[in-house]
């Protein structure tokens, strides 16, 4: 055993070594900072006004969608026992590289000029969004990649990611500033295809994965606490206009009340113990903001972000009680985090509600938020009903994007060259890590 943690250490430290010596020659190459004033880099996709756009630094945004990616999401794998210490460890991992790695792949995309990235706030914020997308993408295939599989998953996922981020949001045209699409349905499905892949019939015979106890329980307190105090400031944070935020803000919110209290209602019926665990409740918070991610900016009003919320946040209980043991038995997909209950699903609701609301959407009702939000319908180059054709597209292009490279990743992933991950029951958390 310790030769292979040996090599474990050596191959983690080689990779980790080559990848940020590449990312700082291709930082010294195309990196600069950004113009205080540069209103004719604004990228369209992004939403943004590159006006001050280095004033993002001050606004609390970019601090709380920073600590969304390290906290909230960092301590979404805390509940899980067997996994707990290894696994947050790496998260921050992928974390630092990920930054990285977005800043220049998203760059060549949305902030390429005159052969330079220049990177600001708003730059900072969009690799925040893609870190939170690899990280949902990791808990589904948890317990069944080493830190050096990890770091590659990264590595393909994040360049997927913005490719599919810049056909919807730059070629398309679709308005989804919170991430339903680009964030959470592409960050489970690319996951759950990554999963199905990397597919290990000898860990249906070993203890269910989804193990708690009190001090993980512990965790995702923190963890929720985090989600509910930073997301909705996470789900606006790419509206860089005073008069956009407040929708997204309040509409989150309310979903997040409401998707929480959905998990009060059904899991004491759906488990004998009737025992609501932390674990259930940080589930239902995630789910009422997935919901919200395309919709939150838009007309949904607070009876409709209720409405919503409540109803995202009957998934996870339903998903995890009838759909995660058909996902698991037939289709041999062993969803660790149940990221397809969670972030999946809500994600393609969320989808579908900002298609319909753009579809009901009218000048009268968005007065001078219409060229904000749908600015090719403003200018008379699209239609409401073109552009709500648009968005419902966006979803199975989405979805074919995120099996098809979550396909690829779990084929380059199984490579030989690459150590799988240990079998013997306790070892994912000590080959790494001391604990």
Same mark, same amino acid.
């Given at each position: ?43 369209q996709q992004l939403n943004c006004s590159w006006r001050n756009? %280095? ?22 794998? $805390? ?29 060549? !995309? ?29 808990? $589904? ?55 199905? !892949? ?18 993980? %329980? ?18 606006? $944070? ?22 929480? !209290? ?7 019926? !759906?488990?004998? %113990? ?33 409405? $919503? ?76 009903? %073109?552009?709500?054709?648009?968005q419902l597209c966006a979803l199975p292009v989405t979805l ?36």
């Amino acid at each position: 055993m310790s030769e292979r943690a040996t090599t474990a250490r050596l191959r983690l430290s080689g990779l980790c070594f080559l990848l940020q010596i590449l990312t700082i020659i291709l930082f010294a190459v195309f990196v600069r900072y950004s113009p205080e004033s540069s209103p004719s880099f604004c990228s369209q996709q992004l939403n943004c006004s590159w006006r001050n756009q %280095d004033a993002g630094f001050r606004d609390p945004r970019f601090r709380d969608v920073h600590l969304q990616a390290l906290l909230g999401f960092g301590l979404l794998v $805390a509940f899980l026992s067997r996994y707990g210490p290894g696994s947050v460890a790496t998260s921050i991992l992928i974390v630092a590289f990920t930054i990285q790695w977005a800043i220049l792949i998203q760059g060549f !995309l949305h902030f390429f000029l005159n052969g330079k990235i220049y990177v600001g706030a708003q730059s900072m914020v969009s690799a925040d969004f893609c870190t939170a997308a690899i990280l949902i993408s990791t808990g $589904a295939a948890l317990g069944r990649v080493n830190p050096v599989q990890m770091l590659l998953l990264t590595l393909l996922g994040v360049t997927l990611f913005t490719l599919n981020e810049y056909i919807l949001l730059s070629l398309m045209g679709v308005s989804d500033s919170g991430g339903s699409l680009t964030v959470h349905t592409f960050g489970a499905y690319f996951g759950l295809m990554v999963s199905r !892949l990397l597919h290990q019939p000898h860990v249906d015979k070993r203890k269910e994965q989804r193990d708690t106890g009190h001090q993980p %329980d512990v965790f995702a307190v923190v963890g929720t606490i985090c989600l509910w105090i930073f997301w909705p400031s996470f789900t606006s $944070a790419t509206m860089v206009r005073d008069n956009g935020e407040p929708w997204a803000v309040l509409n989150t919110y309310f979903s997040l009340a409401a998707s929480t !209290l959905a998990a009060f209602v059904l899991s004491p019926v !759906l488990y004998e %113990d009737s025992t609501l665990r932390m674990v259930q409740i940080q589930d239902a918070t995630l789910a009422g903001v997935a919901v919200m991610g395309m919709a939150g900016e838009m007309l949904v009003t607070p009876f409709g972000a209720l409405s $919503a919320g409540f109803l995202a946040g009957l998934i996870p209980p339903l998903g995890f009680r009838f759909l995660t043991p058909f996902l698991h038995s037939r289709l041999k997909i062993q969803d660790t985090c149940g990221v397809h209950n969670v972030h999946g699903l809500p994600g393609v609701l969320g989808a579908l509600l900002g298609t319909l609301l753009v579809w009901l959407a009218t000048a009268d009702a968005y007065g001078a938020r219409l060229e904000l939000l749908f600015p090719l319908v403003a200018q008379g180059s699209r239609t409401i009903a %073109d552009q709500a054709l648009c968005q419902l597209c966006a979803l199975p292009v989405t979805l074919l994007l995120a099996t098809l490279g979550g396909c690829l990743t779990g084929a380059v992933l199984q490579l030989k060259a690459l150590r799988p991950p240990p079998e013997t029951r306790d070892l994912e958390n000590t080959v790494l890590w001391e604990v």
